[in-house]
Every structure is written in C-alpha cells, then in structure tokens.
Nanobody, 123 residues
Framework: QVQVVESGGGLVQAGGSLRLSCTAS????????VAWFRQAPGKEREFVAA????????LFADSVKGRFTISRDNAENTVYLQMNSLKPEDAAVYYC????????????????WGRGTQVTVSS
C-alpha cells in the first residue's frame, strides 16, 4: 500500500495563492492516480482535482477550473495542487487520496487518504 501526507496549507488573503503537496511513501507512486478533496465545516467532502498516474489526464471541479492546477513529479513521489485566485469559499481541510486503478472524482474510489491540511482564506 501507499501512504500519503499533505503539506502546504495555511492562511492566505483572498486573491492569493498556495501550493499544496501530497507526498507518498510505500509502493511505487507512479502506479497510483491521485486526487484532492476538501471539506469545510458542516459540509460534505467534495472533489477538487485529480490526476492519473501518467499525468496525461486531469479532472477539476467546476468551482476551481481556471484557478487550480494539478501536477505530479513521480521522481519525487509528489503531487501538487497549485491554487490561485483563492476565494473565501475555498477555505477547507484539503485531503490527498490515492488509488491504484483508474481515476475519478468519487471519494469512495480512493483507498489511501492523508490526514489533511488546513487552508484558510481571509476576505
């Protein structure tokens, strides 16, 4: 199995940027698709972005299209979520998740989850 750890969260003003990292250990990371989800207080966990294992395909939630990008460096066992033009509604705990087969936006398709990193956006 693979273990994933998120980092890079913090406090940023609206309009600012943050880059989150998801670093993996364990099995060959390049075999895994990775996604980011987020959960705000009182809300359900929602999909943000996903990238397949070869970085040839990506998916984004409509709410972040044009503002967020996802990329991966398999040599560094890391997936990045670059978040630009942040809005107060982007504030949440951001989770990284990995899956061995396929990729997509449904949380139940991902087997390996990190503990999350907090993103706070001040208005």
């Amino acid at each position: 199995q693979v273990q994933v750890v998120e980092s890079g969260g913090g406090l940023v003003q609206a309009g600012g940027s943050l880059r989150l990292s998801c670093t993996a250990s364990g099995r060959t990371f390049s075999n895994y698709a990775v996604a980011w989800f987020r959960q705000a207080p009182g809300k359900e966990r929602e999909f943000v972005a996903a990238i397949d294992r070869s970085a040839g395909n990506t998916l984004f939630a409509d709410s972040v299209k044009g503002r967020f990008t996802i990329s991966r460096d398999n040599a560094e066992n890391t997936v990045y979520l670059q978040m630009n033009s942040l809005k107060p509604e982007d504030a949440a705990v951001y989770y990284c998740a990995a899956r061995l087969y396929g990729y997509g936006s449904v949380p139940t398709g991902y087997k390996y989850w990190g503990r999350g990193t907090q993103v706070t956006v001040s208005s």
